[in-house]
């Protein structure tokens, strides 16, 4: 949602891309990994652009993922970019805020011809199992630019992308039950997502289990670095995810559990008064009909996170 207005990000974030898949894309030759671990990344190169030959392939490391190093390769010339990240990790006990955010290979490699371009990092706890993890590419050509660069939206299908950026699933335990109550409701697993700078709107996930004898309606809630928090839909009209406001509140019946997902029912923060950040805790509540208020954590996932984050990062 990169718009400068709600409706235009709401707009935005609800089109899906209906497009015929590349039949040549950029691959990693391993596509899975575990939570909080080393990754060694060995991205595949099928074709040139057009007929002509590869100059130069480029990746870009996600926030997240720390301690990049890239294999060198005969023949080509390697550069890295170092940055800092928006948040500090651990790795090995100490304290990491910086570390190389792009890695740049330079030679060239025939149209017909396939090769490799490897590198290790660490995927962090910023990212739980269940999550894919994006790293966009820039293949370069004599004649132009081939940009794998594609995240697919909330709801969206990643194989109907024409030029999808190369993911890794994350694939293990799942986190550790978080939660908060409101007399017979309870709140487990709130999270919400890094917006771009600009950005007037983010979004809010959580599950509401009702344990008690008669139905409530989540009807807001309240967060200091938003204007309001309302409730919205998702729903497929055709070929279009269009979002709607849930008139009345979202209904949870007893024994019921609602899960507010992207792609489903979901939390709107609308005219947001600063970017969300990875690693960043929003304290906000939540309001239920009957219920009343209940204090809520969401902890910001990176850009394109589909899930709650690990165990470690509970609220009270």
């Known amino acids: 949602m990169t718009t400068s207005s709600p ?3 709401l707009v935005a974030a609800a089109l899906l891309a209906i497009s015929t898949p590349a039949l040549a894309h950029v691959s990693f030759e391993t596509a899975q990994a575990a939570p909080d671990s080393t990754y060694k990344g060995v991205l595949g190169i099928p074709h040139g652009c057009d007929g002509q030959p590869t100059l130069k392939v480029r990746i870009r490391i996600p926030e997240g993922v720390i301690d990049a190093r890239p294999m060198p390769k005969a023949g080509w010339t390697l550069e890295t970019v170092r940055a800092p990240y928006a948040r500090t990790y651990r790795l090995h006990g100490k304290p990491v805020s910086e570390g190389v955010t792009e890695i740049v290979w330079s030679g060239s490699l025939e149209d017909g011809h396939y090769d490799e371009f490897t590198f290790q990092a660490r995927i962090t706890d910023a990212f739980r199992g269940g999550t894919t993890v994006y790293f966009p590419v820039e293949q370069t050509c ?8 594609e995240i697919p939206a909330d709801g969206q299908d990643p194989h109907s992308l024409k030029s999808p950026a190369p993911g890794v699933r994350l694939v293990g335990a799942a986190s550790a039950v978080r939660s908060d109550t409101a007399g017979p409701l309870k709140v487990e697993e ?7 700078p600009g950005a007037k709107v983010g979004g809010g996930y959580l599950k509401v289990t009702n344990t008690g004898s008669q139905s409530d309606r989540l009807t807001g809630g309240t967060l200091p670095q938003a204007g309001r928090v309302e409730v919205h839909s998702m729903a497929l009209d055709g070929t279009v995810m269009r979002m709607a406001p849930v008139e009345g509140g979202l209904e949870i019946k007893p024994g019921e559990t609602v899960e507010l997902k992207p792609g489903g029912y979901h939390l709107m923060f609308m005219d947001l008064k600063e970017p969300l950040t990875p690693g960043q805790v929003l304290k906000g509540t939540l309001v239920f009909e009957k219920a009343g208020a209940v204090d809520v954590q969401y902890p910001v996932q990176p850009l394109g996170a589909q899930g709650a984050p690990p165990a470690g990062h509970s609220h009270h």
């Open 190 to 196: 709130a999270w919400s997502r890094a917006t771009p």
């Open 142 to 149: 004599a004649n132009g630019t081939e940009a794998w660069t």
């Open 7 to 9: 409706a235009g990000a």
